[in-house]
């Protein structure tokens, strides 16, 4: 059971939180003026790092606010976590 | 230590209270403790604790267990057990004990309270942080409790400290990451034979530590040679251990070792009056305190040989064992009725496997140890590798057997795993532990390698010329020893195993004797049997009474989300495929969600109940999906938005009355309300008193028929539905379930999310491209109805299908064929499957919706079923079979 640090609540149980993968993946304007391909790297295309990511969860069963969040994929640690459109913290590596 | 009265196999017996089973029975000289699963030899004990594979018991008294290891049963007045044959069993009677929870955040988790855990406990107490200790057996002191020393009092009187918790026979069974463990404390079976109801017979901890110290200790090792394991043969410091403490059965011994321990024990056994012809030991030159202090004491010491062979006496224990070469040569036989062997320590290093740590061999210890020490976990002690300075071992497992000699060497006592099977397993080709275990079976079994392990892989290592560590490395998972799963629920059985969802209306359901359906963690009525109907015949005179008199249908459950702000109707028109920002006050309308990828993953009606003010409905499982998807994209994506949504569910009862009689219905629930089609018109929605309570009338429909649902506060859910039941008694009104609300759906082919969908349909490919808006510039999903993959021929698209036997209902996710019949020989082509399947009383016969590539220009096309005992024919239809003219909906 991962702990997880939600940056209005503080440190809780995963149980209370949902996944939304890689933070920073933009909906892109214009969508209809992008090719096949580039629309795709949007929708399907993520960096999947070993190592520190930004990811995004959202406390649905606490504050329901979505956040960013370093966290490691090898260990599962957890860096800073962040709101969003706020000045992203270092990767903790 | 005083005196209780114990039953084993149906005998009565007498042992000291807390000793262990297997240290009783050796003390009433009992040896043979059971036969093996699957070769019926006669098996002893052969550990001390956790790692004992052959002496396994059902306890029958008390709460019982099956499966347990003798040596971690303590003895209580009237304990009960019976020898477990390689197979437990449960006890047919509900165990009536309480298990519970607990959680701890602490500075520092200890796991075990040897001298190593003391001292660290000790280290940290002193520092001020917060420590816990953990250790599996009934007191601390690890190694010095078995070898009836004193613990240093310094370490003891540290478990008393006020910043320190000890709990004893509280085992970790499992460590994760972020330093989180989870542990079981056992609480009463060392108190009595009873069944506690008063407080929790295990409670099951969960620790989360900034820091975890990994003081585990390690377990002794058997060696591999020929009837290795008869009553008598067993792990030298388990020997020494009872027979030191009194439970000694045996007269002579000889000790079989590859390391010093061996000495120890030897001398421990002589020092307690047990003759010890001789110790055997692999190495050519040992040496050492250990080894000096045999030497002083006498006994007998052979270098350079090993045990190849043992004999038995009529009963099946050890007589004799013949010691020889490590090629097996020159074997001679030494009388003793106990052979005490030392094949080395093997650490306890699952729990750091657990989190990913691979453990390092070490060939002066020949023993795969732990080192670590990081800001998370540190490792101490015999995990460590630090076993004393006396203890260099030879790197051996078991001697050169013949092929005869092999078929009874044990690798794995309770799999019955042989020298043999493991030798076919090498000649086989493999060559990884994990291959070597999966062909053998040896670790599977409640041993799960914590004497195997280590074992097998030198024995990989002898046969192929290489160390253990050229083999591989030992990995682990939770949990490290048995446990109950009832220990694992805790509380939460029964009721309280998951949240039960239930309406206002729910008690009204329940008495009408409806069986309920499970939707998420709903309950909703699946159908009101009347007069002792089956399911289906309910189910045909629900259907009937909604199409032809009034039906009435609980629909609480479906998810609500209120929405409202300036921008809602903005934001809707992103998260929808359809238009809702053109929507007139007091108007509801369908809408479909899609995900960035175009498919579908979401339906309901959302109706604007002001300017700045909606109310959206979601599928009855997907609601708490849809608000983190709504709130993603306004906290993330668009926060200049100006719009709030709520979870309304709970708060709001709705009550659908469905038929051609729901107007007359309506217009008695609410006299003030005009009920012409003229001024309520269809997806319209009317405020008025119904039953005398404020409602929101909505004329939704999701039948085809005229139907209204009535919206109401929560709390007045079961007034209006008991209103509706009273008023509409000579209308014959109907009550019908989620399965009549499924048929009738689907004979107007609307589609259910989850059921005609999997996340891989677009609009599109449910014929639903009339909702997709041509006019928004965007809205989420839109751009990837264009991708090349969503866009081609061929994808698989709704439509219904009809048997050639309508009175055949095709079983939801049967496969079909084209064009084939019972004569058509194989290959045959698969074009799609079955998403919904029903008898109907509309249509007089059974119909079908299925997903079919390129389905929609298919109409006509026939088509097979192959069924298991049959081929069943059909055709390709249109997915709306009832009133596709929608003139019903009006009344």
Known sequence: MLHIPCPYCGPRDETEFHYGSEAHVGYPENSSNLTDEEWAKFVFIRSNPKGWM??????????????????????????????PFSQQPKSPA | MSTVNFTFDGKRYSGEKGESLASALLRNGVLHFTDSSYKNRPRGV?????????????????????????TTVELVEGLVARSAQGVGDLPDTRDNSRYDKANRHVDVLVVGAGTAGLEEAKKFSDQGKSVIVMDDKPTAGGHLVYLGQRVPTELLEVLARENVTYLPRTTVQGLYDQGFSVATERRTDHLDAKVHTEMSRIRTWHVRAEHTVLATGAFQRHLVFANNDRPGIMLSHAAATYVASGANPFKTAVVVTVDNQGYRDAVRLSNAGVTVNAIVDIRKDPSGPSVDAAKSAGIQIITGKTAIDSCAKDAGTVKCVSIGNPDGSDAACIDSDLVAVSGGWTPIVHLATFIGIKPTWDAKLAAFV?????????????????????????????????????????????????????????????????????????????????????????????ALGKAPNEIGSLTFRPPYISIPFAALAGRDRGLLSDPERTTPIHSWHVASGAPMEDVGQWKRPWFFPKNGENMHAAVLRECAAVREDVGVMDASTLGKIDIQGKDAGQFLDMIYTNMFSTLKVGMSRYGLMCGVDGMVFDDGVTTRISENHWLMTTTTGGAAKVLDWLEEWLQTEWPHLEVYCTSVTEQISTVAIVGPKSRELMSRLAPALDVTNESFAFMENKHADVAGVPARIARISFSGELAYEINVPAVHGLH????????????????????????????????????????????????????????????????????????????????????????????????????????????????????????????????????????????????????????????????????????????
């Open chain 2, 720 to 891: 209006i539905w008991e209103s509706v039941m009273a008023q509409g008694a000579d209308l014959n009104i109907t009550p019908y379930g989620t399965e009549t609300m499924h048929v009738l759906r689907a004979e107007k082919g609307f589609v259910i999310v989850g059921q005609e969908t999997d996340g891989t349909q677009t609009p599109q490919d449910l014929d639903m491209d009339w909702i997709v808006s041509k006019k928004k510039d965007d809205f989420i999903g839109k751009r990837s109805f264009s991708r090349a993959d969503t866009a081609r021929e061929g994808r698989h698209q709704l439509v219904g299908i009809l048997a050639d036997d309508g009175t055949y209902v095709i079983p939801e996710g049967a496969y079909l064929v084209a064009g084939a019949d019972a004569n058509t020989p194989p290959p045959v082509k698969h074009i799609g499957y079955i998403t919904s399947s029903y008898d109907s009383a509309a249509l007089g016969r059974s119909f079908a919706l299925a997903l079919v590539a390129n389905g929609l220009a298919r109409k006509g096309e026939k088509i097979a079923i192959p069924m298991a005992d049959r081929v069943v024919t059909g055709v390709i239809t249109d997915s709306v079979f009832v009133d596709k003219e929608n003139t019903r909906r009006d009344g």
């Open chain 2, 46 to 70: 052969m550990g001390l604790w956790v790692e004992e594979t052959n002496a396994l018991v059902n306890i029958d008294s008390g709460a019982g267990e099956p499966m347990k290891p003798a």
């Open chain 2, 370 to 462: 732990v080192k670590r020490s990081d800001a998370l976990t540190s490792t101490v002690g015999m995990l460590a590798g630090e076993f004393g300075g006396d203890d260099d071992a030879a790197i051996f497992f078991g001697p050169k057997l013949s092929s005869e000699q092999a078929l009874v060497a044990f690798v794995d006592y309770q799999r019955d795993a042989t020298y043999r099977d493991f030798k076919r397993a090498i000649d086989a080709g493999m060559r990884s532990i994990e291959h070597v275990k999966r062909y053998t079976a040896i670790g599977t079994a409640h041993d799960q390698g914590k004497t195997s392990g280590t074992t097998t892989m030198g024995l990989i290592g002898q």
């Open chain 1, 54 to 83: 930004a990811e995004r969860w959202v406390h649905s069963a606490g504050c329901r606010r979505w956040f960013n969040v370093w966290r490691n994929t090898i260990n599962h640690e957890f860096g800073p976590s962040y709101k």
